[in-house]
């Protein structure tokens, strides 16, 4: 295993996890812009890991990976907040961030654009929106399985392109 480069703008980095559950809520005005990135109980809706590379397959594996109260399952979205959106989220963590301060992250290169607009210093700030297809009222049942495997799809189309 090789050492991490610590100087390196790519070196492992802290991610703070801001999960947004779309179960059981209203329908949403926009996919994914006015969302909070900090709930109101500051207890729930976070997570945090490390992203050692800026990899796609990384970061993913890093979300799927969380031990939270509830299993992310159904990923849509990834969001990354600019060092612009991060600053701005330190001062006031309830506010909402404009599109021009987000990276949605499909690939390896938004990942490492990701990297390179934040500082080394702080945490990587990232959203993670759930689909709206996880609601069910059954447990186990076929029609979760179904559910699970639009998912799955979906996700697979979001990150192929």
């Known amino acids: 295993m090789a050492l991490a480069d610590w100087e390196s703008p790519f070196s492992p980095r ?6 947004v559950r779309r179960s059981g809520a209203p329908a949403a005005t926009h996919p994914f812009l006015g ?10 809706g976070i997570a945090w890991g490390v992203l ?14 969380q031990d939270v109260e509830e299993e992310i399952r159904c990923l849509r979205y990834l969001i990354g907040a600019t060092g ?25 290169d938004d990942i490492r654009v990701w ?5 080394r210093q702080d945490p990587l700030d990232l959203m993670v929106i759930e689909c709206n297809m996880c609601t069910c009222s059954g447990n186990g049942t076929q029609e979760r399985a179904v559910q699970d495997l639009l998912c799955l799809v979906d996700l697979y189309l979001v990150y192929l392109i």
Do not use: K, M, Y
């Not at 802290?14 to 999960?19: E, P």
């Not at 050692?52 to 990976?65: A, F």
């Not at 330190?90 to 990276?103: F, G, T, V």
């Open 14 to 19: 802290a991610v703070r996890i801001h999960i």
């Open 35 to 44: 969302h909070p990135w900090c709930e109101r109980d500051s207890d729930s």
């Open 52 to 65: 050692g590379t800026p990899r796609i397959t990384h970061l993913l594996r890093v979300v799927r990976g």
């Open 84 to 108: 612009e959106g991060a600053a701005r989220l330190r001062q006031d963590p309830e506010d909402h961030l404009p599109l021009r301060q987000l990276i949605f992250l499909n690939r390896d």
């Open 115 to 119: 990297f390179l607009t934040n500082s």
